[in-house]
């Protein structure tokens, strides 16, 4: 009681608040999200993502060696599919030689030392936008699951270290790990966006991929933002099924979720902050209105206070910058 006791003591100092200091951010904790596109030398802003951009394979060699050089030590791939090679059941993600596998062959070969995770979803080669093939307007759970294993066995081929399913179908984590198991294929591991959540954050990200719904949206398969111990539910489940780590996403509005999870499970916790959410402390600090570095340093340290062992974050590389 005080006096006795003063809060403040263990504040006094610069190195008395390190020695005391409970979390810490490292540029290890940072995934970086790539977005690739088709051409040469194509470098394409993302208009309501300053500072990010689709490019294409002969310039992602140098991203990656500038990622690595930097100690980030993960990146993770999405690509943006030619309307053309669109259709309802996302057949070209499964082209050996389609833009993801290209890309995966190509990061592989310029760092091969760095952690390559491949998004598996169906909506950025659906001609509906949607993470499932569509039937009289529904979305088809089971089968989604083939073209899905198909998906993830042929990123695995093509180099992945881990492969990332984040269509929130029922037992693609089950489907995934068996058609691995039995191409061979045992330390492939899954990183499952377990608890992903409807979320209206995902909208920059819809622009840059062009891969919005075409109808309706997507509260059928992924979760109702209102919901807690569901989360805990389908994380279980994915853990069950064979998930290696599990994901929350969205990332700032759903900490609780990540706290909720690092209390009851044991696997590795990785928390996605969306585009979204990257778009709007990019608007405040255009505007002026937040200290940019400073709010985004507290943000990843707070994920870290929540529990989540690493973080895939649009802001990886200013992070690392100012990390190192
Ligand atoms: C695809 C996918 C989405 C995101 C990651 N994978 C969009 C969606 O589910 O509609 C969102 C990432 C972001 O907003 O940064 N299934």
Do not use: C
Request: neutral net charge.
């Amino acid at each position: 009681m005080y006096p006795n006791q003063r809060n403040r003591r263990l504040r006094e100092s610069k190195a008395i608040r390190a020695l005391v200091r409970e979390n810490q951010l490292s540029v290890n904790d940072l995934m970086l999200p790539l977005f690739i596109t088709e051409g040469r030398q194509v470098k394409e802003a993302i208009r309501s993502m300053p500072g990010i951009y689709r490019i294409s394979l002969d310039l992602l060699k140098e991203e990656v060696k500038n990622a690595w050089s930097m100690g980030i030590k993960a990146v993770l791939i999405f690509v943006k599919v030619p309307d053309k090679l669109k259709n309802n059941t996302g057949s070209e993600a499964i082209n050996p030689k389609g833009l993801m596998q290209r890309a995966v062959r190509e990061i592989k070969s310029s760092v091969p030392e760095i952690l390559v995770m491949t998004d598996v979803a169906l909506d950025p080669y659906s001609s509906f936008g949607h993470d499932g093939i569509v039937e009289k307007k529904k979305v088809l759970n089971d089968p989604t699951l083939e073209i899905l294993s198909q998906m993830a066995l042929s990123h695995a081929k093509a180099g992945a270290d881990f492969v990332a399913p984040s269509d929130m179908m029922d037992g693609r984590v089950f489907r995934i790990r068996a058609t691995l198991e039995e191409a061979g294929l045992h330390s492939i591991g899954i990183m499952s966006y377990s608890a992903k959540y409807a979320s209206a954050f995902y909208g920059p990200f819809r622009q840059a991929l062009d891969s919005s719904p075409g109808f309706g949206d997507k509260q059928t398969y992924q979760m109702d933002p209102a919901n807690r111990l569901e989360a805990i539910t389908e994380t279980i489940r994915d853990i069950n099924e064979g998930a290696d780590i599990v994901m929350v996403k969205p990332g700032i509005s759903y900490l609780d979720i990540v706290r909720e999870l690092r209390d009851k499970i044991e696997v590795p916790i990785a928390a996605y902050q969306v585009s979204g959410e990257y778009a709007m402390l990019k608007a405040a600090a255009e505007n002026g209105w937040l200290n940019y570095h400073d709010v985004m340093i507290e943000q990843l340290l707070a994920f870290k206070r929540a529990g989540a062992n690493f973080i895939a974050t649009y802001h990886a590389k200013e992070a690392a910058k100012l990390l190192n």
